[in-house]
């Protein structure tokens, strides 16, 4: 009972109550004498349970921060509650409190910090309104720079989401088709200011193309991780701008 009441203080008690009687740590699943004995001391309709005040000794940003780098790191499913225990310093029922869903709702959070933070970086000068070929392309050769690196080959938290989560998972999902559309616009805009320019031919579809270059960074990306190999991802990036002349 005092370990119930220490989790009351921080996250509502219905949610204590699941979760010892029967947390399988990604959600909870109550069935049989469980169930039977939650019920009889609370009834049916745990909602209904009064909210106890949360515990917001942390500062949320900060733990949201923690956590993506460790999905980045290691991918969703490999990620355990326990881990992000140690990566946040931030008890489980902080965690549930803090972020009602638990490992999702903070998985879904860390997306959208990476986008917020991180991606920006990533595309530099591509995202002003002058840019052009110039800009395009220096964000293709930074690409390749970082898949050099190991800490580069970690890949994109958004491009690694696509493959593992985004079949299954609608939030998840809707996190990275904002990403493309986020590129698109941009390689859109960047390649009718280098059509203006005359850097690429008359007769090209910037849109279309630029669905072109968002696909090649993707697998970029990808092909990156498996095989760092500088000729093969140039390679890769010469192919897609020859078809821009």
């Not at 119930?4 to 740590?25: C, Q």
Request: a negative charge; charged letters at 25%; proline letters at 4%.
């Amino acid at each position: 009972m005092t370990d119930i009441k220490h989790r009351a203080d921080v996250e509502p008690l219905h949610r204590v109550v699941l979760r010892f009687a029967g947390d399988s740590g990604d959600g909870m699943q109550l069935t049989g004498d469980r169930f039977t004995s939650v019920s009889a001391l609370f009834g049916n309709d745990l909602s209904t349970l009064p909210e106890f005040p949360a515990d917001r000794e942390f500062e949320p940003d900060a733990v949201v921060d923690a956590a993506m780098h460790q999905f980045w790191e290691r991918g969703y499913r490999a990620t355990s509650i326990e881990d992000l225990v140690k990566a946040t310093g931030v008890k489980p029922g902080s965690i549930y409190g803090a972020f009602p869903g638990g490992k999702h709702a903070l998985f879904v959070k860390s997306l959208e910090r990476y986008s917020k933070l991180v991606v920006p970086g990533k595309l530099g000068e591509l995202e002003g309104p002058h840019a052009a070929l110039a800009e395009v392309r220096a964000y293709f050769d930074g690409l390749v720079v970082d898949l050099l690196t190991p800490e580069g080959r970690a890949g994109c938290l958004l491009v690694n989401t696509a493959i593992e989560k985004s079949a299954e998972d609608d939030e998840a999902a809707a996190v990275v088709r904002g990403h493309h559309a986020r590129l698109e616009r941009t390689m859109t805009a960047a390649l009718e200011n280098a059509q203006r320019l005359g850097e690429v031919r008359g007769g090209l579809d910037p849109a279309s193309a630029a669905r072109v270059l968002v696909a090649t960074s993707q697998g970029l990306m990808v092909v990156g991780k498996a095989n760092p190999d500088e000729g093969v991802l140039r390679a890769i990036v010469d192919g897609a701008f020859a078809n821009l002349a």
